[in-house]
Nanobody, 121 residues
Framework: QVQLVESGGGLVQAGWSLRLSCTAS????????VGWYRQAPGKQRELVAA???????NYADSVKGRFNSSRDNAKKTVNLQMNSLKPEETGVYYC???????????????WGQGTQVTVSS
């Protein structure tokens, strides 16, 4: 079992930055990939970034060059640095963990509770 808790959301202006953190419990975490997903109002949840257990990374085209994911397996944390935020990136951000392909297919087993990010124009 893996439990995940997100933190770091908030209200920022367009162009500002936020750093989200995902803290895990459970020894299996270090072997799992972690995805960051965004649920915008009225829209389907989408995968924004993913990081494998060995820190290989994937990003949605819309955030490449602005978002950066990192992980510290010793601390069981994964971070998402979000720069130059846009109003359309407002939503609830979730971290989730599982095997890599499951994360990439947006069907991981383990989810955090989500953290709200609001970007004002």
């Amino acid at each position: 079992q893996v439990q995940l808790v997100e933190s770091g959301g908030g209200l920022v202006q367009a162009g500002w930055s936020l750093r989200l953190s995902c803290t895990a419990s459970g020894s299996a975490f270090i072997g799992y990939a972690v995805g960051w997903y965004r649920q915008a109002p009225g829209k389907q949840r989408e995968l924004v970034a993913a990081i494998t257990s060995s820190s290989s990374k994937n990003y949605a085209d819309s955030v490449k060059g602005r978002f950066n994911s990192s992980r510290d397996n010793a601390k069981k944390t994964v971070n998402l640095q979000m720069n130059s935020l846009k109003p359309e990136e407002t939503g609830v951000y979730y971290c989730a963990a599982d095997l890599y392909m499951t994360v990439m297919k947006s069907s991981p087993r383990y989810w955090g509770q989500g953290t709200q990010v609001t970007v004002s124009s």
